[in-house]
């Protein structure tokens, strides 16, 4: 029994000395990624104004069907070209229609009803029309409803070349560089959040100096929504409180945390 204690013991030593907390640009305390999913709207109405004005860059994950698309396609460059990052988020989002809630689902759109090389091929074909928007080769991908499975098989594992990382996995702070997996990085669903809620997540990643992921769709409009009131509340933290909060695109963040894992 000492034995195994002693090995135990070993091990934790072992992994506390391999534990690597990250170092973000500057000295600030903390990472912070805002992702606006579904390409609504109110994302380029007051999203990306609000997020220009207090010099903030984020990332927004464009299906190629969003509501947005064609009509508003030149404000999406524009977005672009202030620093904000097109983000990949397939041709038809995609997703399971399997469980509940899913009801809305079309079955031309179930993931079930598809094999992983459809939807591999959808992916990839949004990469170049987004390239196509913005001349960038390098983005983030952010699968929908993260829902990694087309037929009951995986089908985000064979897509890793084409990103430098994806949101894909529930929600926790990102605090060890030594073991950051950049395809199953953990967000938080932020739909009906206050200001005070939202501040006080983006405060305890300071406090872990962790990277903090938060996934947003409507902003004071459409689905899965948060207040305007809510969200400018957390721009201006973060506006003000800029030496504490590196608050950049997704791509950004993650090609430095993946320098600091050495990946």
Request: glycine residues 8%.
């Amino acid at each position: 029994m000492r034995a195994l204690l002693l090995a135990a013991a070993g091990l934790l030593m072992s992994w506390t000395v391999q534990a690597a907390p990250f170092v973000w640009p500057n000295g600030a305390q903390a990472a912070v990624s805002l992702g606006y999913d579904d390409a609504l709207d109110s994302q380029l109405d007051h999203v990306v104004p609000a997020l220009n004005k207090r010099g903030l860059r984020a990332s927004f994950y464009i299906p190629i069907n969003g509501p947005t698309l064609p009509g508003r396609q030149n404000e999406w460059k524009a977005a672009a070209a202030a620093g904000h990052e097109l983000g990949n988020h397939s041709l038809f989002h995609g997703c399971s229609a399997k469980g509940p809630g899913r009801e809305w689902v079309q079955p031309q759109r179930d993931l079930e009803r598809q094999m992983p090389a459809q939807v591999q091929e959808q992916v990839i074909a949004a990469n170049t029309w987004l390239q196509a928007l913005d001349g960038k080769a390098r983005r983030t991908f952010t699968p929908p409803c993260l829902d990694m499975q087309a037929g009951g098989q995986d089908f985000v594992a064979a897509l890793k070349p084409h990103f430098v990382a994806y949101r894909a996995a529930g929600p926790a702070m990102a605090t060890d560089a030594a073991a950051l997996d950049p395809y199953a990085m953990p967000v938080y669903f932020v739909e009906g959040w206050s200001g005070e809620q939202l501040i006080a997540l983006v405060e305890k990643a300071a406090a872990q100096h962790a990277l903090v992921s938060l996934l947003f769709h409507g902003v004071g409009a459409e689905h899965l929504s948060v207040t305007r009131q809510a969200h400018d509340q957390l721009l201006d933290h973060l506006a003000k409180n800029k030496a504490r909060f590196w608050t950049d695109s997704f791509v950004n963040v993650m090609e430095n945390a993946r320098k600091q894992a050495g990946r």
